[in-house]
């Protein structure tokens, strides 16, 4: 009986060594498809209205966003040939924040990742005037209407 138990202890100790090790060396496929389920996770109010009820982005717009920081997260640099995008419907302030969430999803609290700075000032043409240094400073600042905006928005 006391063989029987130590077998099974044993049996279940080695399983329980596999999983951990193939959660260790799991493939970079799933990484990454872990990476584009944050970042869609994370920017899909983006393709629906702000609290006033206007249309945050074009469709367009917010595809290529999507394929932008798909690839700023998978490749961890901006990615060439931007197409700006138009101005949209949200405060500065949100776009910002929006993505120091996602940082956070990915990276923890860490030391902010320098291409995402870049990635903001290429990609939305809202942010032109707003300083590198100042993106930084006010990245990780929740806006002071975030819950009530966020819960405003419809998708």
Do not use: C, W
């Not at 029987?4 to 990484?31: Q, T, V």
């Not at 994370?42 to 469709?59: A, F, T």
């Not at 690839?71 to 929006?98: A, F, G, S």
């Amino acid at each position: 009986m006391k063989l029987l138990y130590l077998n099974l202890l044993s049996k279940g100790l080695n399983e329980i060594n596999n999983i951990e090790s193939s959660e260790k060396h799991a493939p970079e496929g799933n990484i990454k498809i872990d990476k584009k389920e944050a970042v869609k996770a994370s920017l899909d109010y983006l393709s629906g209205h702000n609290p006033l009820g206007v249309k945050i982005m074009e469709q367009e717009d917010f595809h290529n966003l999507l394929e932008y920081t798909y690839h700023l997260v998978e490749k961890d640099e901006v990615p060439e040939n931007i197409k700006r995008l138009r101005q949209i419907n949200i405060p500065n302030r949100l776009i910002i924040y929006t993505y120091y969430l996602l940082h956070q999803k990915l990276y923890t609290t860490k030391s902010i990742r320098g291409y995402f700075i870049d990635f903001l000032k290429a990609v939305f043409i809202q942010l032109n005037g707003t300083e590198k240094s100042t993106l930084k400073t006010k990245f990780s600042t929740r806006p002071s209407s975030y819950e009530a905006d966020m819960k405003k928005m419809s998708r």
